[in-house]
């Protein structure tokens, strides 16, 4: 199983960035996936969530309105659309899965991509 997320950067804020996820070594299309996030000296957080036909099930509610996930099951890739950005939206962005390995349910993370919101 990967995860490779790409996308980050230093952005302004009131700016945009789309994050993508390219995935591999499972059945990415039966798979629901989340876009976590950890900002310095915080825990990492659930941000969204989308399930395997790409209805989407979560919004943290400081993104509500502002981010949007999406996925593209003929590219195993799952994308996050942040508009309107904050400083505080600074973090490492990390994909996520869970699979289904052994009776047990085990989490699946990619390397993470750094998004800064700064003037």
């Known amino acids: 199983v990967q995860l490779v997320e790409s996308g980050g950067g230093l952005v302004q804020p009131g700016g945009s960035l789309r994050l993508s996820c390219a995935a591999s070594g499972f059945t990415f299309s039966r798979n629901a996936m989340r876009w976590y996030r950890q900002a310095p000296g915080k825990e990492r957080e659930l941000v969204t969530t989308?399930?395997?036909?790409?209805?989407?099930?979560y919004y943290v509610d400081s993104v509500k309105g502002r981010f949007t996930i999406s996925r593209d099951n003929a590219k195993n890739t799952v994308y996050l659309q942040m508009n309107s950005l904050k400083p505080e939206d600074t973090a490492v962005y990390y994909c996520?899965?869970?699979?289904?390995?052994?009776?047990?349910?085990?989490?699946?993370w990619g390397q993470g991509t750094q998004v800064t919101v700064s003037s």
């Open positions: 989308i399930t395997s036909l790409g209805g989407t099930t």
């Open positions: 996520n899965t869970q699979l289904w390995v052994g009776a047990r349910w085990v989490d699946y």
